[in-house]
T-cell receptor, first 117, second 111 residues
């Protein structure tokens, strides 16, 4: 498709369950970002990939959060032993990410709304 | 990262121009001004960006003051579908930089 896609769009988990959220970036985009958006707030950065390399994971809130992009395309955000405070919308964004460009616009997917009961 | 100040909310009549201000007085010389919007239940959508010159595209115009301490996003003929939260975000141009979202401005377009 032409844009960033995410699946599932909605996920309900019981506290303590593990979840996996998928992001399909725009084809050819080198950079991939994950953001977390709590209700009523702006998105907050979680982690950044350049191809398969995770270059910045400073925003991951705990070691229960893990992200991967093994082949430099699709990415998965995994949350282990989910807690109620993990309830949020998880957004994925991709960008062209080529050194020769002077600006690098991020394009977002629709997000996955996670509800932890 | 430069801090931004935006009004919490604004109303605009359908068909009129919507002018959304943003103060970014601590912006660095190598930071662009990016504008995104987020319509309810959707991901943020890129609108426009600029460094120091005014910019226009099919969605909007961006006016940046000469000292670069503030900018205004202009939607020339607002429609109901423009109702959204609008974010002004200073960001360095090179790739790999995370976006730092503030609270944004809730724009309500009314018929």
């Amino acid at each position: 498709g032409a844009g960033v896609s995410q699946s599932p769009r909605y996920k309900v988990a019981k506290r303590g369950q593990d979840v996996a959220l998928r992001c399909d970036p725009i084809s050819g985009h080198v950079s991939l970002f994950w953001y977390q958006q709590a209700l009523g707030q702006g998105p907050e950065f979680l982690t950044y990939f350049q191809n398969e390399a995770q270059l910045d994971k400073s925003g991951l809130p705990s070691d229960r959060f893990f992200a991967e992009r093994p082949e430099g395309s699709v990415s998965t955000l995994k949350i282990q032993r989910t807690q109620q405070e993990d309830s949020a919308v998880y957004l994925c964004a991709s960008s062209f990410g080529v050194r020769s460009t002077t600006t690098d616009t991020q394009y977002f997917g629709p997000g996955t709304r996670l509800t932890v009961l | 990262d430069a801090k931004t100040t935006q009004p919490p909310s604004m109303d605009c009549a359908e068909g009129r121009a919507a002018n959304l201000p943003c103060n970014h007085s601590t912006i660095s010389g190598n930071e662009y001004v990016y504008w995104y919007r987020q319509i309810h239940s959707q991901g943020p959508q890129y609108i426009i960006h600029g460094l120091k010159n005014n910019e226009t595209n099919e969605m909007a115009s961006l006016i940046i003051t000469e000292d670069r301490k503030s900018s205004t996003l202009i939607l020339p003929h607002a429609t109901l579908r423009d109702t959204a939260v609008y974010y002004c975000i200073p960001q360095r141009g090179e790739y790999g930089n995370k976006l730092v979202f503030g609270a944004g401005t809730i724009l309500r377009v009314k018929s």
